[in-house]
C-alpha cells in the first residue's frame, strides 16, 4: 500500500513467544454466592458470601523446558497446613481465600517448596463464562451422573456429554453424584474436565491462532479475578504458549498426597513423605508419570 501523506510508519506488531523458564500458578475456585447469576435471595446468599471459600484450589506447573506439565488438586477438607505459611492450623485448608488470595497461595508455597508468583480466583459466573467462551466441553462418562443437590441439578447419561454454562458448573461442583459423594470424589471429575478442556484446545488449534488465543485470555480477564502479574493479555498468551509443545501425555492431573485425619473422618491430612517426593520432582522439572488406580470418579 502507499504511504499516507503525513502519515507516520506504524511500529511493526511485537512478536510474542513463550515465558520464559518454569511457570507457577495457583487457581482458586471461590462458592461464594455473592454478585453470581441467580443467587439473590437471603436463603441463597447463606451459603456463602464475601470472598467465599477455595472449594478448589490447583497449581499449575509447566516445566523450566517446556516439555511437561502438571496439575496438583489441593483437597478442601485438608487440615495440619501451614496456614498463611506460617504455623501449621487445624483450620481447613479452604478458609485460607477468606483471609485472601495471598494466603491461599503462600500456604501451597509452604505445603510445595515452590515459588508461586502468579494466581487467580474463578467464582461460578467466570465457570460458565469460560465453558462458553470455549463453546463447551466434552467428556466421556462411564456411568451415569445424577445430583439432585447441584443447581442446576444433574441428570446425565453415559457416554460422550458437552458441558456448557450452568451444566458444566454442576459437574465440577457435584459431589453426592459421583464416587463415594466425598471432596475427594469431586477432585476427579474437575481432572477430567480439565484434561478434556486441554485436549479441545489443542485439537481446535487455539494455542497456534494468535486471534483465538487473545480472545481466549481477554475472556480470563473478564471472567477470572487474576493477580496483578496476569492483568496483560500478552503474558497470558505466552504463558499459554509454553504449553504449546507439550504433548498431551506429558500434561499430568494428580492429588495432593493425603491420608485420612485420625482425629476427624471428615478431615484430611498430608502424607509428608509422597508429598516431598512428588514436589523435589516438580523443583527440578522432571516429568511426572502415573501409575497404580485411577481416581475415585473416573
Not at 462458553?132 to 447419561?157: E, M, S, W
Request: contains cysteine.
Amino acid at each position: 500500500l502507499t504511504h499516507l501523506a503525513g502519515a507516520s510508519i506504524a511500529p511493526a506488531a511485537p512478536s510474542i513467544g513463550p515465558i520464559t523458564g518454569e511457570v507457577n500458578i495457583v487457581l482458586a475456585g471461590s462458592d461464594t454466592r455473592t454478585n453470581q447469576v441467580g443467587y439473590q435471595s437471603k436463603d441463597q446468599l447463606a451459603g456463602s458470601s464475601g470472598a467465599g471459600n477455595n472449594d478448589v484450589t490447583m497449581l499449575l506447573h509447566i516445566s523450566a523446558n517446556h516439555t511437561s506439565a502438571t496439575v496438583v488438586s489441593f483437597p478442601r477438607d485438608l487440615v495440619s497446613i501451614p496456614l498463611c505459611g506460617k504455623s501449621i492450623s487445624h483450620a481447613m485448608f479452604n478458609t485460607t481465600l477468606a483471609i485472601g488470595l495471598s494466603c491461599t497461595v503462600n500456604t501451597v508455597e509452604k505445603m510445595t517448596g515452590l515459588t508461586i508468583p502468579y494466581a487467580g480466583i474463578i467464582t461460578f459466573n467466570g465457570v460458565t463464562g469460560m465453558s462458553n467462551a470455549v463453546g463447551g466441553v466434552t467428556v466421556c462418562l462411564a456411568t451415569p451422573i445424577k445430583d439432585p443437590y447441584t443447581d442446576p441439578q444433574l441428570d446425565l447419561a453415559a457416554g460422550h456429554q458437552t458441558l456448557v454454562g450452568d451444566t458444566a458448573l454442576s459437574f465440577l461442583r457435584s459431589r453426592h453424584g459421583v464416587g463415594d459423594g466425598s471432596d475427594l470424589g469431586r477432585i476427579s471429575n474437575q481432572q477430567v474436565f480439565l484434561s478434556a478442556l486441554t485436549r479441545k484446545i489443542v485439537s481446535d488449534g487455539v494455542l497456534s491462532n494468535p486471534l483465538t488465543l487473545y480472545k481466549l485470555a481477554n475472556s480470563a480477564l473478564a471472567n477470572v479475578r487474576l493477580s496483578d502479574t496476569l492483568t496483560n493479555p500478552s503474558t497470558l498468551v505466552s504463558i499459554a504458549l509454553a504449553i504449546k509443545g507439550v504433548d498431551l501425555s506429558k500434561i499430568v492431573f494428580v492429588q495432593y498426597p493425603t491420608g485420612a485425619d485420625p482425629a476427624d473422618p471428615n478431615r484430611v491430612v498430608p502424607l509428608v513423605a509422597p508429598a516431598a517426593a512428588l514436589f523435589a520432582a516438580l523443583k527440578t522439572n522432571q516429568a511426572i508419570s502415573l501409575t497404580g488406580k485411577l481416581g475415585r470418579a473416573a
